[in-house]
């Protein structure tokens, strides 16, 4: 099934006439037509089961939706989850989000809008795009009303709007720029509208039903995560069991990618498709080492099956470090003898 089919399957859009607005009931599995039941919870789809975290921000979520969602969509999702994991302040949180709104999703600006503490105004409180003048500060933040303008409708109605083309929409406010389309879906925490998650673009009818589907996703996973700060709980504990370490594990022991000496924090976690951040936090709860040195350790190992193998009896020591993906001599020693606790050359003589 499509996701256009999809959608209007769970009554999740429809058409206002003239405003080409796509609007929605608040996502929840409290408020779908079609309540899941213990079982479909339980019973988690294949793509999440596969992303340890997503599974248990989601635990509450319905299984058969994200289930519905293409393989790309959950790695997009997984990212943002995992790039949340050592975030532990509010804001922090909001500007990460925007961040990679921008970053994934190709899109041309994303502002985070706050109720404020009495509920009369939605503040911007993060933004990325021309809003954003790289410190983490908005350039002319702007309040609204509630009801004003389609940030504000959205939390009047409770229900997200996509707006095709802003000319025909009586509520648009122009912002940093006067742009074509807008996409906004509430943020929850409960039952209790907290903020709203906006996107503009140039074009007329830029967005789709996957920016639609993430939006949502994203939104929940806001939720989800500002009420474990809030809580002062912990939303995912990292144990062995960890989906991401086996991948990193398989692909060191059979893949052998230590052997790329380029290798690096960053590369990996794009090839296991999770933050750096939370890659590094993986190594070392799991192994109790950093990113590098559970790196070298590999390459250690293939170095010392090598020094007492006669099929390299003619390689020298360094040539055998430098084809185990070591970059340097230097490193090669340093790695080695931290690691054995002897150098390389002691190694083969022993052996």
Not at 90 to 114: G, K, P, R, S, T
Request: glycine share 4%.
């Amino acid at each position: 099934m499509d996701s256009q089919k999809y959608f209007r399957s769970k009554n999740i859009l429809h058409q206002e006439p003239n405003l080409c607005d796509k609007v929605s009931p608040k996502i929840s599995s409290k408020k779908y037509n079609t309540c899941p039941t213990k079982q479909d919870l339980s019973t988690k789809a294949s793509n999440v089961s596969k992303t340890p975290y997503l599974d248990e921000v989601f635990a509450e979520f319905d299984s058969d939706y994200l289930e519905r969602a293409p393989i790309q969509t959950i790695s997009v999702l997984s990212y943002f989850a995992t790039s949340l994991f050592e975030n532990n302040n509010a804001d922090d949180v909001l500007w990460d989000i925007v961040e990679n709104c921008i970053a994934h999703l190709q899109l041309e600006d994303c502002v985070i809008y706050m109720l404020d503490k009495d509920k009369q105004y939605l503040i911007q409180k993060a933004a990325f795009g021309n809003k954003n003048n790289g410190e983490k500060k908005i350039v002319s933040p702007i309040k609204i009303k509630i009801g004003e303008g389609i940030v504000g409708h959205v939390v009047k109605s409770g229900k997200y709007q996509y707006v095709k083309d802003v000319a025909l929409h009586p509520k648009y406010i122009v912002d940093d720029a006067n742009r074509k389309s807008e996409l906004s879906v509430p943020i929850y925490i409960g039952d209790e509208i907290i903020g709203v998650l906006d996107s503009e673009h140039s074009e007329k009818g830029f967005f789709t039903d996957d920016h639609i589907f993430l939006f949502h996703l994203i939104a929940k996973l806001t939720e989800k995560k500002l009420k474990q700060i809030y809580n002062n709980s912990n939303v995912c504990n990292i144990n062995h069991d960890n989906i991401y370490f086996k991948e990193l594990e398989l692909l060191m022991k059979e893949g052998k990618i230590y052997r790329d000496p380029n290798l690096g924090l960053s590369s990996v976690a794009q090839k296991l498709k999770i933050s750096s951040n939370y890659l590094s936090q993986l190594v070392n709860k799991l192994t109790g080492q950093n990113f590098a040195d559970y790196i070298n350790t590999f390459r250690v190992e293939e170095v010392k099956l090598k020094l007492t193998n006669a099929n390299f009896a003619n390689y020298t020591v360094v040539g055998i470090g430098l084809e185990s993906g070591f970059n340097s001599k230097s490193t090669f020693y340093s790695a080695f003898k931290k690691i054995t606790g002897i150098s390389p050359s002691t190694y083969r003589k022993a052996c």
